[in-house]
Structures are given as structure tokens and as C-alpha cells.
């Protein structure tokens, strides 16, 4: 299902050069210029995104080793999403996108202006992670109502830590 509810893509450019793997403290005191590219590149990002949100919910069947089995066969792999949702009842799984349209662009610039293609596509980096958030924060909201609990939000290529 798609979510249609309007969800925030507030971001700054901290967020954005931490989408570019970058330390921002660093940054700032060493390469300033860069910062303010990466400003622009943030306000020209913006016009391009074109986000949305697609989530489904299943029922979760319990936890066998590495594995969390879900309705109709579907399976989630993942020693984290094991070890955190071991007494989950229910998953929602979601996917946000902010759309093609910034990759396209930064393909277009990539040979003319790297460093503003990478300061693009780290805005699309912290667009998609603030949609994502976005969109467990307005799902964490509606579940008190149902009577349910939520986790933390798990995605794909988090490090599984115990102690977590």
C-alpha cells in the first residue's frame, strides 16, 4: 500500500554531508567552500525529489535461527531483525524512494562537476533517509491506537549488535 499521508523532507546540510559519508565537524574547519557547495546542492536537490512511500504489513510467525518467517512464505534473513523482533507479532515493512529523477541529474553532471555531483547525490542520501524515518515516525504514531508496540526502525546493512 502507499502511504498518503505528507510526510516532512526537512534536511540540512549536515545531514546531507553526512550522506556523503563525510565527518562534519572536519569539514567545516578545514574545507568551508565544500559546505557551501553542498548548500546549493541541497536547494537544487530539493525540486528533483519526488518521494513516496510503499509499506505492506505481515504477520510474523516467529523466530527459527537467523530467519523471521512472515505470512505466506515470505521470510525476512537477518540476525539483527531476528534478535529485535523475536516477539513481534506483526512486521511492516517499508520502502521509500525519492524517485529517479536526482540520480538522472547527477549522471548528467558527473563528468562536468564531481564534487557538486557527489554534494547532490549526498542530498538524496539524507532525503531518503529522512523520508524513511519520516515515515516509521508517522507509523509509530498510529500504533498506540491499535494496541501495538513499535522497534526501532531496522534497514538493510545495519550491523547486528547484541547489545543493541
Known sequence: MELHQKLE????????LRGQGADVTI??????????????????SLSLLRPAVLYEEFRAEGVRH??????????????????RLAGANR????????????EEHVSKIWDDNRMYALAVDGA???AVETLANAACQFIGQQAPEKGLQ???PLSAGMVYRPDV
Do not use: M, N
Not at 92 to 102: F, P, S
Open 27 to 44: 569539514l567545516r574547519a578545514r574545507w568551508p567552500g565544500l559546505v557551501k557547495i553542498t548548500e546549493e546542492a541541497r536547494q537544487v
Open 66 to 83: 537467523e530467519r523471521l518467517p512472515l505470512q505466506d512464505g515470505h521470510a525476512i534473513q537477518s540476525r539483527l531483525v531476528a534478535h
Open 91 to 102: 512486521v511492516i515493512v517499508i520502502l521509500a524512494t525519492i524517485g529517479d529523477r536526482l
Open 124 to 126: 538524496g542520501s539524507a
Open 150 to 152: 513499535v522497534s526501532i
Open 9 to 16: 523532507l526537512v534536511f540540512d546540510v549536515e545531514a546531507e
